[in-house]
């Protein structure tokens, strides 16, 4: 499957292969295996976390022609398998609330609920972004949640389940999805390169799951852009995230934050310039210092923390790191915090995206 994009050739095919959300799994193939798949779900939960993935997994399972009493994963074998694997399946119907949202669509939806798969055991439909339903398609589609016919399996997805209305909530099994920790991303990552025969270095993958935030899909589609950027060196390395992300150097901050702790407004603001000279975005270096300030602050109530962000770093810029830790005090990093806070809200109002850093600097080294 060459020309298939990273979280497509990689997608899970099987209920073992979904990654950080085990209750969830383990209450639908319980459900499978004991053939008590409730006639709707409601999958909620943060984007690229696998609610969709598990929907198409429901779908391949329900359907499987191999599948015996008793058991729950699909074969990936059979035509049924097949046809949902490629995306042909034509008893599994997937529909986009984002962009299928009214009353006629949903209409229309019913309307073919009526009438028996043409190939399947069940028709399964799979609602994503259900939540942008407008209220009365909303209301349409609750009849039919009411009394679904025996052969028709909803599933609707949605990342906003506080938008829908509780009516439809109360008519479906719920299941939370949750963002996936950093450890669970980075084993996924690792697992792809090695099948794509990538060599890579352990602290560029900690810096890629950082970046994804819980998203197993936003780390492959980040991966993909990488392994574009290294092209026939076939290798990943940290600095290379770094540039790929647009990501500051650490140095930078570091040095920042040296005058800031000795509370050099000239020096600093003076070295904030000389950077952006360079081609570093005002706001993403605001983005990074805020968040190794915070990092600063975890690391200074408990030295032993550790997350996501500690863990990218190298023994030699976490001992620098934490030196420089030992010379702010708990209240100068609350206050660099707050100003530095401040100076991302007011940025998006400035004519000089800079200004409202320089403006923090200087309150935070001469006070006001």
């Not at 990538?198 to 935030?213: H, P, S, V």
């Not at 030992?326 to 100068?332: I, R």
Request: hydrophobic share 40%; aromatic share 8%; glycine share 4%.
């Amino acid at each position: 499957m060459p020309n298939l994009v990273l979280y497509r050739k990689y997608r899970p095919q099987k209920f073992s292969e979904v990654i950080g959300q085990e209750y969830t799994i383990r209450a639908l193939t319980n459900a499978i295996s004991s053939n008590t798949v409730s006639h709707a779900y409601l999958f909620s939960g943060p984007r690229g976390t696998g609610k969709t993935t598990v929907a198409r997994l429901l779908a391949k399972a329900v359907n499987c022609q191999n599948r015996k009493e008793g058991e729950y994963e699909p074969c990936n074998h059979c035509e049924s398998c097949k046809e949902i694997e490629n995306g042909n399946a034509i008893d599994l119907i997937e529909i986009d609330a984002a962009s299928n949202r009214g009353i006629n669509e949903v209409r229309e939806l019913k309307d073919s609920i009526g009438f028996l798969p043409v190939k399947s055991k069940y028709k399964v439909f799979i609602i994503d972004e259900a939540h942008q339903l407008t209220k009365e398609a909303s209301n349409a589609l609750l009849k039919t949640l009411e009394e679904p016919p025996s052969h028709a399996i909803f599933v609707l997805a949605t990342t906003e389940p506080q938008k829908m209305i509780s009516t439809i909530i109360s008519r479906c099994q719920r299941f939370n999805f949750r963002r996936l920790g950093v450890p669970e991303i980075v084993s996924k990552l690792q697992r792809i390169l090695e099948k794509e025969k990538i060599k890579f270095e352990k602290e560029a993958l900690l810096l890629i799951a950082r970046q994804a935030e819980g998203s197993v899909r936003d780390a492959e589609s980040i991966l993909e852009k990488v392994i574009s950027f290294v092209g026939t060196d076939r290798e990943i390395k940290k600095d290379g995230i770094e540039r790929v992300l647009g990501m500051v150097d650490s140095q930078v901050i570091l040095r920042f934050l040296k005058y800031i702790q000795k509370k050099d407004a000239k020096e600093a603001v003076g070295f904030l310039e000389e950077v952006i000279d360079k081609g570093v975005d005002p706001e993403q270096f605001l983005e990074e210092l805020i968040n190794y300030l915070r990092e600063f602050l975890l690391l200074k109530i408990d030295p032993d923390f550790q997350d996501s962000f500690v863990l990218s770093f190298t023994s030699d810029e976490l001992s620098e790191f934490k030196a420089l830790i030992t010379d702010f005090s708990k209240t100068e990093l609350e206050n660099s915090l707050e100003r530095f806070i401040e100076a991302k809200s007011k940025m998006i109002y400035s004519s000089l995206p800079q200004l409202p850093i320089e403006l923090a600097v200087v309150k935070i080294c001469i006070g006001s």
